[in-house]
């Protein structure tokens, strides 16, 4: 397995949604495979809520981000779907994955400190949207050199990111493959959200966001891991799982006690997102996802207007059977919406029975597909 380095890109600033100029913004990213001179192969992929910008091959450490970087991190993300002959063939392509703006894996967040006061931004840290993330990268792009994508890809929130740079930016890229994402954020999904953010905010140790001089929300976080992970995961594989697991978490209940393999596994899955990820980072980005419609924050009010500037681009849409997280019927919707407008689209429902997180655990099943859509 090869080994990777992050680089790192700071820039002045950046002009936020909410009106405000936030900066200098410091980019943490990765790059694989080789720039052509026409500078026209590249893609950029968009990584999921708890991903970061190392994509594939091996990373062992990562600057100024700690322990947080753990053996769970160390491995790329899409290790089996990014390299030489995959489905993302870095033999042909240069492709780009940048850990997300108001993220913990390098690029400036609420963990990074402030050069006015000496100390992590933490609560003070303006709150993004989607659109932000997008923006943020844009410079980044233009440092490299790089005026229009070969191809933007991105799965789950990635999937959400691809879409509104592809909306936004329509001119900077050609072929887009949005997997397992919607169009705007459900009413389920902004319920499920709001029980994580309660659940990070009721941590005694959150602080108003204000923790790193102390101890950090760990409760609070792997409560709300634990809320999203059954989204994440068909129920079946979590019950083989489970049933595979033979140590019992710690009990940390003072009436209750655990009870079955399932609940010490549901626990086990909640504490392992602690030890790598920052509270402050998945609040923001869930926070975001709540508030997320592709439509308003391209500017437009019907999807005519916003498809319209679109018709240069082509689409795989893919959905996986058994989400319910993004739900088949949200991709189902974009790909209608598409070809309303004009828009080339193909369609794949991926018959999979390992729930959303198909699209990091089954390369089978998306390799040729990619592969076709990027040729």
């Given amino acids: ?48 809520l708890t991903g970061s910008q190392h994509l594939a091959g091996f990373n062992p450490e990562v600057p100024t981000v700690g322990s947080r970087w753990d053996a769970a991190c160390q491995t790329g993300w ?77 799965a789950s929130l990635g999937g959400v990111l691809t879409l509104n740079f592809a909306t936004r930016y329509p001119e900077r890229v050609g072929t887009v493959i949005p997997i397992a994402c919607g169009l705007k954020a459900t009413i389920l999904a902004r319920a499920h959200n709001l029980e994580q953010i309660l659940a990070i905010e009721n941590d005694p140790n959150f602080k108003d966001g204000n923790y790193y001089d102390g101890e950090p929300p760990r409760r609070g976080l792997a409560l709300a891991r634990m809320i999203s992970h059954k989204t994440f995961v068909s129920l079946h594989v979590i019950e083989e799982r489970a049933h595979d697991r033979f140590e019992q978490e710690h009990d940390e209940f003072s009436w209750y006690k655990i009870q079955s393999p399932l609940e010490s596994f549901l626990l086990h899955q909640g504490r392992k997102l602690v030890q790598r990820f920052d509270a402050n980072s998945y609040i ?7 508030d997320f419609d592709t439509l308003k924050e391209a500017g437009f009010d019907d999807h005519a207007e916003l498809f ?15 989400d319910v997280c993004f739900y088949p019927d949200e991709q189902e919707e974009i790909r209608n919406r598409l070809l309303e407008n004009g828009v080339l689209c193909s369609y794949l429902r991926v018959p999979s029975d390992k729930g959303h997180d198909s699209f990091l655990l089954e390369p089978s099943l998306y390799t040729d597909p990619i592969r076709n859509a990027l040729t």
């Avoid at 850990?99 to 894996?105: E, I, K, L, S």
């Fill in 78 to 154: 899409w290790d089996d779907f990014v390299g030489p002959g995959k489905a993302v063939d870095t033999d042909r392509f240069f492709v780009v994955c940048a850990n997300y703006f108001g993220g913990c894996y390098g690029s400036t967040g609420p963990s990074s400190i402030d050069p006015e006061t000496g100390k992590p931004f933490g609560g003070q840290f303006p709150h993004i949207r989607f659109s932000d993330i997008v923006d943020s990268q844009i410079p980044l792009l233009d440092h490299l050199g790089i005026g229009k994508l070969h191809a933007v890809i991105g």
């Fill in 1 to 48: 397995m090869k080994n990777i380095q992050t680089t790192f890109f700071e820039y002045d600033e950046l002009k936020l949604a909410c009106g405000k100029t936030f900066g200098p913004v410091t980019l943490a990213y990765e790059t694989f495979g080789e720039l052509n001179e026409k500078r026209d192969n590249a893609i950029l992929v968009f990584h999921a």
């Fill in 284 to 290: 923001q980005l869930i926070a975001a996802w709540s």
């Fill in 308 to 322: 319209g500037r679109c018709r240069h681009q082509k689409y795989l849409v893919i959905s996986i059977d058994d």
